[in-house]
């Protein structure tokens, strides 16, 4: 009798092991069921996490087979989010193109917005989401800080915003290989835009080859190369670089922020600023030797060019201080340098 006892609570206790194990396995299934519905129901392959979602899908300890690329923003007016989100929107396309939320795929990755709300700031305080867009990556390898190591980037006013920087960002730590796709007409736009400057170019040049033979029309050209190149045109482009810098201080001002505060970083209006500068600095001297001062009149232009000359150096010379306090131009080499003879 009391074999079959022992011999019954062993089946018990087996049977209550594999319901356990089937209840677990088929949560996780109904999870990654949910994700995926809900990922194939949004208008962007976006999720809209709720508080209640966040705290049941994002902050949970147990595993996951699966990764998600959070985004915390805001919908209030922000400039810099806006970019965030849009860059973000993009490469969600890129993989909603690859399927990668995908139930039957091998780690699917799915992506989400988490926007700050009032009734969400009890919450926000608690992760200490402070700074806002965030971008983290929620997976197996995440720490229990959400904020806390390499899979977490929190972007400010002076991060690099490039599309393929954080493109790579989010490939690394979902060890996914996603490339942007590019729309029917941007491919047409990037194959014939090159043809038409050509053709637009030959055309000009032959209407009005008398212009080009004027010098002043060739210096007016250099100003503009000068203009684009040393404002920083390409970069501009290629790191999609807003014209200004938005922040929000203790009390959530807007802060509009013209010069960078980082030598390895501009904004694209500071750069055509102080290439302006460079061009209104030079082009008053070359002013001032070309100008005949024998009359009055000259005599006025004179002053004028040189006290333009000074204006737009001491000018260059303050936004070099802001950006590095311990800039000081000299002939010298820096004592730091300076290792002896050679």
């Avoid at 790579?168 to 047409?188: C, D, V, Y």
């Avoid at 209006?269 to 102080?274: I, P, S």
């Avoid at 000359?309 to 000018?315: D, H, N, R, V």
Wanted: hydrophobic share 40%; proline share 3%; glycine share 8%.
């Amino acid at each position: 009798v009391h074999g079959d006892n022992r011999i019954n609570m062993g089946l018990h206790k087996a049977s209550f092991f594999v319901l356990w194990f089937i209840l677990v396995l088929s949560y996780g299934v109904d999870e990654l069921d949910f994700l995926s519905n809900i990922t194939e129901a949004s208008e962007k392959g976006v999720i809209i996490f709720t508080g209640n979602l966040f705290e049941k899908h994002i902050v949970g300890k147990r595993q996951r087979k699966y990764s998600v690329v959070l985004l915390i923003t805001t919908r209030v007016k922000c400039y810099f989010c806006d970019i965030i989100q849009a860059i973000f929107e993009a490469i969600t396309l890129g993989y909603k193109l690859e399927n990668s939320y995908v139930k039957g795929k091998n780690n699917p990755v799915y992506f989400g917005v988490l926007y700050y709300a009032k009734e969400h700031h009890a919450m926000f305080a608690k992760y200490g989401f402070r700074d806002l867009p965030i971008l983290s990556i929620v997976n197996n390898e995440m720490k229990n800080n959400m904020l806390s190591g390499e899979s977490s980037h929190i972007f400010t006013s002076e991060s690099i915003i490039e599309k393929t920087a954080i493109l790579s960002f989010i490939n690394t730590h979902t060890h996914s290989k996603i490339t942007l796709p590019k729309k029917f007409t941007e491919n047409l736009l990037d194959m014939s835009l090159p043809l038409l400057v050509v053709i637009l170019g030959i055309i000009v040049i032959v209407k009005y080859r008398e212009a080009f033979r004027n010098p002043l029309c060739w210096f007016a050209a250099s100003c503009v190369i000068i203009l684009i190149c040393c404002g920083g045109g390409v970069y501009n482009v290629l790191h999609n670089t807003p014209l200004v810098g938005v922040s929000k201080d203790k009390n959530g001002n807007t802060i509009y922020q013209v010069i960078s505060g980082s030598l390895r970083h501009q904004y694209g209006g500071e750069g055509y600023f102080a290439a302006l500068l460079v061009l209104l600095s030079g082009g008053s001297l070359i002013s001032l030797v070309m100008l005949h001062r024998g009359k009055v009149l000259g005599r006025v232009l004179g002053y004028f060019l040189i006290i333009t000359f000074l204006g737009t150096s001491w000018a260059l010379y303050e936004m070099y201080k802001f950006k590095s306090p311990s800039y000081d131009p000299s002939f010298e080499s820096p004592e730091r340098y300076i290792k002896g003879p050679l």
